[in-house]
């Protein structure tokens, strides 16, 4: 079974979107999510972009509040921007909450999605496959 993987951001535009696309094609055995404390409705055009580019984009990803998630048992909830992360809710269970800041790139060119793209594969993965014990 799956471990259950929520990214959590402000907008859920780009670092959730991107973080939520690389962990479902890069790391077996997690079903990852995404969502925003206040989603802007949209993904960015350079979010989707670079995951197209990557091979991992998929047309189900699109921006989405917290409610929307709400009711499925996360085993891993990442804050990866410091909003997200003053802000987040109160997860039921023993839901583990971390935090992995990186860099919005919104507004910026599309370097800064291909960077976030970057650190979140090489960083990310590694993380959530040590807090989830699949090392």
Same mark, same amino acid.
């Given at each position: 079974?799956?471990?259950?993987?929520?990214?959590?951001?402000?907008?859920?535009?780009?670092?959730?979107?991107?973080?939520?696309?690389?962990?479902?094609?890069?790391?077996?055995?997690?079903?990852?999510?995404?969502?925003?404390?206040?989603?802007?409705?949209?993904?960015?055009?350079?979010?989707?972009?670079?995951?197209?580019?990557?091979?991992?984009?998929?047309?189900?990803?699109?921006?989405?509040?917290?409610?929307?998630?709400?009711?499925?048992?996360?085993?891993?909830?990442?804050? &990866?921007?410091?909003?997200?992360?003053?802000?987040?809710?109160?997860?039921?269970?023993?839901?583990?909450?971390?935090?992995?800041?990186?860099?919005?790139?919104?507004?910026?060119?599309?370097?800064?999605? %291909?960077?976030?793209?970057?650190?979140?594969?090489?960083?990310?993965?590694?993380? &959530?496959?040590?807090?989830?014990?699949? %090392?």
């Amino acid at each position: 079974m799956n471990k259950k993987v929520l990214i959590l951001c402000t907008g859920n535009s780009c670092r959730s979107i991107i973080a939520e696309a690389v962990l479902n094609k890069y790391v077996k055995g997690v079903e990852a999510y995404s969502s925003g404390v206040k989603a802007s409705g949209k993904v960015n055009p350079n979010a989707k972009e670079v995951l197209i580019k990557d091979g991992s984009w998929d047309e189900k990803y699109h921006s989405k509040t917290i409610d929307k998630v709400m009711d499925i048992d996360f085993d891993l909830v990442v804050t &990866v921007c410091d909003n997200a992360k003053e802000s987040c809710p109160v997860f039921p269970g023993h839901t583990k909450v971390i935090h992995v800041g990186y860099e919005d790139p919104d507004g910026k060119n599309y370097s800064a999605f %291909l960077k976030t793209l970057k650190l979140i594969k090489m960083e990310l993965i590694v993380i &959530v496959k040590q807090e989830l014990g699949l %090392l």
